[in-house]
């Protein structure tokens, strides 16, 4: 039995050498290695890439169902702010200007000071926003000239307070304001509550002078106002 075992171990050893078993081993010794880890090194990169669009697609989901709602600031030619609020959607940026040039509009043409210039200015900004040769032209001009604010800052000043601006119709806007009138003393004489009727057109400006004057080009063409009772 030991004779016969031993024949066949030399039987297996002496087996012929197989050149392509042989590169086929050191072929597999050499790049199955390599192979291996470019298929893990794909299959990471489609994990990330995978992951990388559903971070995207989630940013554009959630930027179309988020509601921003612009605040709206508005300021005069000073710097001041005039007009400040959520631009909704029944009321646009354009309107929330419109109605902020027609605030500050409202208490330069009503305003009587004893400051000589601020008085003179003021008048100056409100016939900026007067269209010319308009009804509302010629309301103001009857105004100033049937109590002129220079005569009246003599015994007393006024100062407006505006209460509300509203629409009537995408040109058309009615104003209320409450006056108060100072004796030079700064004692009230009395306060009045006024409304008024103004209508606007829109031009915009092409020249520089316009432009420094009455940048958005909004314009009264008619105007009318009365205490209220």
Do not use: C
Not at 79 to 87: I, M, N
Not at 105 to 124: G, Y
């Amino acid at each position: 039995m030991r004779l016969s075992l031993k024949s066949k171990s030399n039987s297996a050893d002496a087996l012929p050498f197989n050149p392509y078993v042989a590169a086929r081993r050191e072929w597999d010794e050499r790049y199955g290695d390599m192979i291996t880890r470019a298929k893990n090194w794909r299959f990471m990169a489609f994990l990330s890439a995978l992951a990388t669009l559903v971070a995207v697609a989630g940013i554009v989901v959630l930027s179309v169902r988020s509601k921003v709602v612009p605040f709206v600031v508005a300021i005069d030619s000073l710097g001041r702010t005039v007009s400040a609020g959520t631009a909704d959607a029944t009321t646009t940026a354009d309107e929330k200007l419109t109605k902020a040039v027609l605030f500050t509009w409202i208490e330069e043409v009503r305003l009587v000071t004893t400051d000589p210039f601020a008085q003179r200015k003021a008048i100056d900004r409100a016939y900026a926003h007067l269209a010319m040769g308009s009804e509302a032209q010629a309301f103001i001009t009857a105004y100033y000239r049937a109590d002129p604010p220079e005569k009246r800052s003599q015994t007393q000043t006024v100062s407006i307070d505006v209460k509300s601006i509203l629409p009537d119709s995408n040109r058309t806007y009615e104003i209320e304001w409450i006056e108060t009138t100072h004796d030079l003393n700064g004692g009230i004489l009395a306060t009045d509550h006024w409304k008024g009727s103004f209508t606007i057109a829109l031009n915009p400006p092409t020249e520089e002078r316009l432009m420094r004057i009455n940048p958005l080009g909004i314009y009264i063409t008619d105007a009318a106002w009365t205490k209220v009772l």
